[in-house]
């Protein structure tokens, strides 16, 4: 998540744009907060609820998305390959390349008139950037664009990929066709002084993305709807972080073992917003409104 608010959007002008930039230099002249949505309540008053990267605002706090002082409301939502004019700073050196991995976003609030101006953040130092002509973004491809040189060559710039990728991969696998029963999952847990719990599937419903857990410390049953609160896996994570090419699919409908094995090499790329926790997000507003 990134988000201005407050008057830091209004406040002046701001310096001419330098050579090369492809931006006007308002969208960049802002106190700009980075997060995760965690959790999600539907509806015509979609709010969701933000676990910020820094607290100087707040650590945690709910945002109503169509609130009247949200302008803009930006999720993730493909992998690019974004030109880039300005030097990357990485590992205590300076990186020229013409072109540098970096996630593209959609708005689901434009108040400001973004148009056809596509905002990315690179990987590695999470420069912004808004280009205003969307030809120049290429699809980054992960069989092949992984072996590229740029991505080999630099290892922070290879973690944070890894980091996206895992997850995107962790998030196909929970919201797929395939049921989860017998594996642990963490939890988070909105409005809580315990942010995460441990617990062990004990039945999942994959039609309705219904989960219900056992919770490890307490032995305490809880139903999660998996569209509404962020969940990842615990016993399959070293297994993606390593490359493997599936998990055993259980069934919750019968006792027979089932040896079919889940694809997750495959990279879904979002849409404009998944109703569902852990999305990263832009979010450009004057105001947050706590739910």
Not at 136 to 143: G, H
Not at 192 to 208: C, F, R, Y
Request: proline share 6%; charged share 20%.
């Amino acid at each position: 998540l990134l988000c201005l608010f407050g008057d830091s959007a209004s406040g002046g002008p701001g310096p001419g744009p330098g050579p090369g930039q492809q931006h006007p230099p308002s969208l960049l002249d802002g106190d700009w907060h980075a997060g995760l949505i965690r959790a999600v309540i539907s509806g015509p008053s979609l709010a969701v609820y933000v676990e910020f990267d820094d607290s100087r605002w707040k650590k945690q706090a709910w945002v109503k998305v169509y609130a009247e002082d949200v302008l803009v409301f930006l999720v993730e939502h493909t992998l690019v390959w974004a030109p880039r004019k300005e030097p990357v700073h990485l590992q205590g050196g300076r990186i020229h390349a013409n072109q540098w991995p970096a996630l593209t976003y959609k708005a689901l609030v434009d108040k400001i008139g973004l148009g056809s101006i596509v905002p990315v953040e690179f990987f590695g130092d999470r420069v912004k950037n808004f280009a205003t002509d969307g030809a120049t973004l290429r699809l980054f491809k992960e069989d092949s664009d992984s072996q590229n040189p740029i991505v080999q060559e630099n290892l922070k710039l290879q973690e944070a990929m890894k980091s996206w990728i895992k997850e995107k991969k962790i998030q196909e696998i929970i919201r797929g066709p395939y049921s989860l029963q017998g594996h642990r999952v963490k939890i988070y847990q909105p409005d809580s002084s315990e942010e995460w719990i441990l617990a062990v599937v004990a039945h999942h419903d994959p039609s309705t993305s219904i989960m219900v857990v056992t919770t490890e410390q307490e032995q305490l049953r809880k139903t999660i709807d998996l569209m509404r609160i962020y969940t990842t896996l615990v016993d399959e994570t070293l297994q993606l972080v390593k490359g493997e090419t599936g998990i055993p699919c259980k069934s919750s409908g019968t006792n027979e073992s089932n040896t079919s094995m889940v694809s997750v090499m495959q990279v879904v790329l979002f849409s404009v917003i998944r109703p569902v926790a852990s999305h990263k997000v832009k979010t450009w507003s004057y105001a947050f409104a706590n739910y």
